[in-house]
């Protein structure tokens, strides 16, 4: 009884991670809609970039009184490459690509989402 048992554990469990990945491979690959960086600096949207369509990678310098971040965008994502502030979480946070987390610099007042076309 007991082996039996264990077996449809393992079974179902097999099923359920099987699903599971097949679910976040097919959220991770998307559509074919636009992925977009939005930069905030003290609350305001100062830029957005269809990261999609960035062919060739670029950086640039957001300065304010309060510092300033490097930002590297790439096709298909972004980050924070160096800042002047002191803790430099926004640098060790590393490129997003997706909406979960976004880059923030609480020092500098900076940050940095990524909405879909669907969200949009």
Known sequence: ???????????????FLLG?????????????????ARIWL????IEEIDLSTVV???EFDITTELGTNRVRVEHGSIAVVSA??????????????GGLVPIACVPH???IDIISEDEA
């Not at 097949?22 to 074919?32: I, Q």
């Not at 003290?42 to 949207?45: N, P, Y």
Request: glycine residues 10%; aromatic residues 8%.
């Open 1 to 15: 009884m007991v082996h039996k048992t264990k077996f449809w554990v393992i079974l179902f469990s097999c099923v």
């Open 20 to 36: 599971l990945g097949a679910f976040l491979l097919v959220r991770s690959l998307g559509g074919a809609g636009t992925v977009t």
């Open 42 to 45: 003290h609350g305001e949207i």
């Open 56 to 58: 060739t990678p670029r």
């Open 84 to 97: 002047d502030c002191p803790d430099q979480v926004c640098v060790r946070q590393g490129a997003i690509s």
């Open 109 to 111: 007042e900076l940050v």
